[in-house]
């Protein structure tokens, strides 16, 4: 493919009549976080998007770093057309200039979508939960919340948690009392922050840290913890394809979305808009849930979900009938990098 482009950047030279930009039209830049929620982006969407429109989709990977994205723009040389953001950075990202406003009316009803996963840079892709997962072949008694994390009499042994304060934060202060109504309240105060850090002190010498989606399937399955905090599409895909004996544990999890934006500077934004409109469409929409158990973003998409994933959603009806506590985006974009450089300066210690 690279002595494709070569040749056709030739040619735009040589006759004048045909800029780069105009070569690559048919061509989309996309970069998620890989692994098996990229997987089934690409059968969802990058594929039907291809046949549909002709587009050709060119993936890229990343750990979900937004100094990466920022560096691009920075420097003038944005490749990526588009990047899947977490709800934590999107705020982040707008404020500094690294994403694009969206124009909703080239994507769809913005009331359309779930509260919170239609931002001013970023716009959702599907709702997913943060759950505590363990094998119930090593832990013979099962937990209950994910706040059990916090528990190591009970539940002795090494546990996973991602390598990033929010979330961890959260449950923190959860496990210390907080009410989930007023979690974020407490967060907000230097006390409350001092807080939630005394209770990871308790278990910091017990926490294996993870910083990919991937890792808390396979610390599981080597046995290199008893329990760990994850994505609950990254375990189910465990459990459904891998034939893991997992378990996911709701109660206490915590609701957010993966989001999609539009880097200041893409090359391709009318093409970035058109993808943007197409997996809004509530139809569209619904069918990554066909292919990893995370619920669609749309309102009235709920109708389209395939009935045998339904039950597996983290906003199915039954998993959010315990105590939950959906993401405040807002708090992480006005406090999370000030958090961010709190909790690294934690681990250093």
């Known amino acids: 493919m690279k002595h494709v482009r070569k040749h056709i950047i030739a040619l735009a030279a040589a006759t004048a009549c045909m800029t780069v930009g105009h070569a690559f039209a048919d061509e989309l830049s996309i970069m998620a976080s890989g692994g098996a929620w990229q997987d089934a982006q690409r059968k969802a969407w990058f594929e039907p998007f291809s046949k549909d429109t002709g587009v050709k989709i060119l993936e890229q990977e990343y750990l979900g770093d937004l100094g990466k994205v920022k560096a691009m723009v920075d420097t003038g040389n944005v490749p990526i057309d588009l990047v899947t953001v977490e709800t934590a950075t999107v705020l982040q990202g707008c404020d500094a200039g690294i994403l694009e406003r969206l124009d909703y009316s080239k994507i769809g009803p913005r009331d359309k979508f779930i509260e919170g996963s239609a931002l001013d840079c970023g716009v959702g892709l599907d709702a997913y939960g943060d759950i505590l997962a363990y094998d119930p072949t090593v832990l013979k008694e099962a937990p209950t919340s994910v706040l059990d994390l916090f528990d190591t009499t009970k539940f002795p042994g090494k546990r996973a948690m991602r390598k990033f304060p929010a979330q961890n934060l959260e449950w923190a202060l959860m496990a210390d ?3 989930p109504a007023d979690v974020y309240k407490v967060l907000a105060t230097p006390e409350g922050v001092d807080r939630a850090f005394k209770k990871l002190d308790t278990i910091k010498k017990d926490i294996v840290w993870w910083d990919a989606g991937a890792q808390p399937a396979q610390l599981l399955a080597s046995k290199e913890v008893v329990m ?3 994505w609950n599409g990254r375990i189910q895909n465990a459990i459904d394809t891998d034939g893991k004996p997992f378990k996911i544990v ?3 999890q915590i609701l957010e979305y993966d989001m999609i934006a539009i ?5 391709s ?4 808009y058109k993808y943007l409109a197409y997996i809004s469409e509530p139809k569209n929409n619904a069918k990554l849930a ?5 619920g669609p973003v749309r309102t009235d998409a709920a109708s389209f979900v395939a009935p045998d994933a339904l039950p597996k959603l983290p906003n199915a009806p039954d998993h959010l009938s315990g105590a939950y506590l959906v993401a405040d985006t807002e708090f992480w974009g006005d406090y999370g990098e000030d958090l961010v450089k709190r909790f690294n300066a934690w681990l250093a210690q």
């Open 250 to 252: 709701w109660n206490n």
């Open 263 to 267: 880097p200041k500077g893409a090359k």
């Open 290 to 294: 066909s292919y990893i158990t995370y």
């Open 228 to 230: 760990t905090t994850a």
């Open 177 to 179: 009392g907080v009410a």
């Open 269 to 272: 934004p009318d093409l970035a």
